[in-house]
């Protein structure tokens, strides 16, 4: 099945400093999504980016889709946005089966 | 407000006493879905519906049943549960076809079976 990889898997920010999280996806997909859950268990989506980009205040995407990933940009970074961010991939297979990356840890520090 | 709503919120249980975790949403949503989150692991779909009456399994199906009989509702039932299903579950909505857009999530259900 299709492998869904992100990296890197934990990080460490001083508040104000920026990131690229990225996703890395081993087969053809209709969709990719990208969620944060924060540090209380709560998943929230961030973006809904099957291709293209996107941006949402100091968060943006950005799916290429015909290479396989896509990228998650966090831009002067606060403590608010600590917590795990996961991608999820729908796989081009006939299927419509949900498919999570591991996760990247983020930790931003006062 | 959009929701999805799950219920109980935390539970402990014992082995082979049959449960049920409740999930609504009140978007109209088409697709839902069942996942269980274990540390290093991620999140792992088990079970999802792509409308009334049409249900699929996920990656990790066995142990587990649902229903979907009207479209608001989804319930997770675990009709003999063991300790290896403990776990924090979570029910997700989302529209599909031409109107699909990003998932919603409800609040988990973290499930301890002793």
């Known amino acids: 099945g299709i492998q869904v990889e992100q990296s890197p898997p934990d990080l460490i920010l001083q508040e104000g400093a920026n990131s690229t999280l990225r996703c890395n996806f081993s087969?053809?997909?209709?969709?990719l999504q990208w969620f944060h859950q924060n540090p209380w268990g709560q998943l929230i989506n961030l973006f809904y980016?099957?291709?293209g980009t996107k941006q949402n205040g100091r968060l943006s995407a950005t799916t290429v889709a015909t290479e396989r990933y896509s990228l998650l940009y966090i831009s002067s970074s606060q403590t608010t946005d600590s917590g795990v961010y996961f991608c999820a991939v729908e796989p081009d297979t006939g299927g419509f089966k949900t498919i999570f990356g591991a996760g990247t840890r983020l930790f931003v520090k006062a | 407000e959009a929701q999805v709503t799950q219920n109980p919120r935390y539970l402990i249980t014992v082995t082979g006493k049959k449960l049920t975790v409740t999930c609504s949403q009140n978007m109209n949503h088409e697709y839902m879905s069942w996942y269980r989150q274990d540390p290093g692991l991620g999140l792992r779909q088990i079970y999802y519906?792509?409308?009334?009456?049409?249900?699929d399994k996920g990656d990790v199906p066995e142990g587990y049943k649902v229903s979907r009989k009207e479209k608001r509702n989804f319930p997770l039932i675990l009709e003999s549960p063991s300790p290896n299903q403990t776990s924090l579950y979570f029910c997700a909505s989302s529209p599909y076809g031409q109107g699909r857009t990003e998932a919603f999530f409800g609040q988990g259900t973290r499930l301890t079976v002793v």
């Open positions: 980016i099957p291709s």
């Open positions: 519906s792509m409308n009334v009456e049409v249900t």
């Open positions: 087969d053809s997909v209709n969709n």
